[in-house]
């Protein structure tokens, strides 16, 4: 089984790709780059929230990589909604990311129930 810090560097690469195969018009290109900034930005975080000094660090980072994770959803959605890339070109995308999201759920949770002990 991949680590998370694998699984979250992979992730924003196959964002990398999928923004370089968007078509050039301007509505893929302006939600692409909200998608790349997004999509990038979850890996970045959970790195952040491995070198956290204390659990409440840890759980801001989490949190931070879990909002970038949701709004990476919502521009998947989006390209998909709006047509611009097919249904089975973002289902395993899609996918990772709600794992993703799961994955990051429990670390959060966990961390605050040690907190509440």
Known sequence: MKDLKTRTKEFALRVIRLYSALPRTTEAQVIGKQLLRSGTSV????????RA???????????????????????????????????????????????????????????KAKKRR
Do not use: P
């Not at 890996?43 to 491995?50: C, L, P």
């Not at 990311?97 to 961390?111: F, P, R, Y």
């Open 43 to 50: 890996g970045a975080h959970y790195r952040e929230a491995a």
């Open 53 to 111: 000094r204390s659990d409440a660090e840890f759980i801001s980072k989490i949190e931070g990589g879990l909002q970038e994770l949701e709004e990476s959803c919502y521009w998947l959605e989006l390209l998909l909604d709006a047509e611009i890339v097919t249904k089975h070109q973002l289902s395993d995308l899609m996918s990772e990311a709600d794992e993703l999201t799961a994955i990051l759920i429990t670390c959060a949770k966990n961390v």
